[in-house]
């Protein structure tokens, strides 16, 4: 049976049966995470196609089961147009992972990202795509940071924030990018796949994840563009998301030998020792050794407790009632670990150990048996 080229995604042009190439495949997958985005729908997919005419593209919705019917708009308009598709997750969330979960749902040799909620401007994707191609390039990025570029009218607070970040991200992504926290850019498979297995997924930052994770740096060039404002729909962005990008940057700093989350909890365990200390100094004011360590103990344990359930459980934070079981298993939990403490650093001393390495590795045994028993009874993950 005669063969001919179908699609080209490197120079290896794809031989298939006749059979097999009855329809043409998808060259260009756009990926749109969306939540609560219901009324953006029709109005992207009109732009799409209306700036997409030489390339055989589709869109894949990945909706987090949105309250607002988000999904079943989509499936609505797909009945229509087939170049429509919908993954709907339920029980989950997270920008990244939507959108790693949406590239692998793709086929398509080309994967371009972009927002539900028309920030991004679209019109772009073709002078993208034609960059990506000619140069032989892994990414290309929108960026408002660039000439010609801009944020549009950001509040100061939060154009201070992004600038923030963006320099902060230089810490984990040696590339000289302009915008890394860029959520509009067009790549190749072939780089999205060398990356996705060292992904972190974690928050919404899903280009720098990719750049920090890729074993060989990206090709990439930059494109400018204006942030266009919402009109429709709310913004996502909250302290959460500032949160979770922290937890990204350590995640890509440090997640290779130990969990982020472990780190976070051994540094609030070395700020309790600093409470600890100056309320032990303060109580011996008034009260003898005795009751003031027992004080400093007790204010030590619930500070670290109150700090953790902020910062490094900010995802699962509890409330109420379950503050304060949650507070108690602490107690109970910790308690049990400076036993263990002081078991140890006597029995390391008693082998003839210098005094400081006997109480550091009390101490490290203490955290690790902490951290890992009120993560699985104090804060449980759902
Ligand atoms: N699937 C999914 N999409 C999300 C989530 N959070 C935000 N999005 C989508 O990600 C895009 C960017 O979010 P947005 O709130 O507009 O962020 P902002 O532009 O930085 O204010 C939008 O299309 C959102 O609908 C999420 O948890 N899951
Ligand atoms: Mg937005």
Known sequence: MPVTPVAKTDNQPLHLSRVARSTPGIELTIIVPTFNERDNVEPLIERLGAVLKDVEWEVVYVDDDSPDGTAAKIREVSRWNSRVRCVQRIGRRGLSTAVIEGMLASSAPYLAVIDADLQHDETLLPRMLDTLKAQSLDVVVATRYGDGGGIGDWNRRRAALSNAATWLARSVVAAELTDPMSGFFVM?????????????????????????STPTPYRFAEVPYTFRNRSRGESKLDSLALWEYLMLLVDKLAG??????????????????????????????????????????????????????????????????RFLTGLLSFFAICS?????????????????????????????ASVVWNYAVTSVFTWRGR
Do not use: C
């Open 188 to 212: 190749t498979r072939p780089a999205f796949e060398q990356a996705v297995r060292r992904l972190s997924g974690q928050g919404f930052k899903i280009l720098l994840d990719l750049f920090a």
């Open 256 to 321: 290779r030998w130990v969990p982020v989350r472990f780190v976070l909890f051994a540094a609030v365990g070395a700020g309790g020792l600093v409470v600890h200390l100056l309320t032990l100094r303060i109580a011996l004011m008034g009260v003898s050794f005795p009751i003031a360590q027992t004080i400093a103990t007790v204010t030590a344990m619930t500070s670290n407790f109150v700090v953790n359930n902020a910062f490094t459980y900010r995802d699962r934070r509890l409330h109420g009632m």
């Open 336 to 364: 049990i670990g400076a036993v263990a403490n002081v078991r140890l650093a006597s029995a390391v001393f008693e082998r003839n150990y210098a005094w400081w390495i006997s109480g550091l590795a009390g101490a490290a």
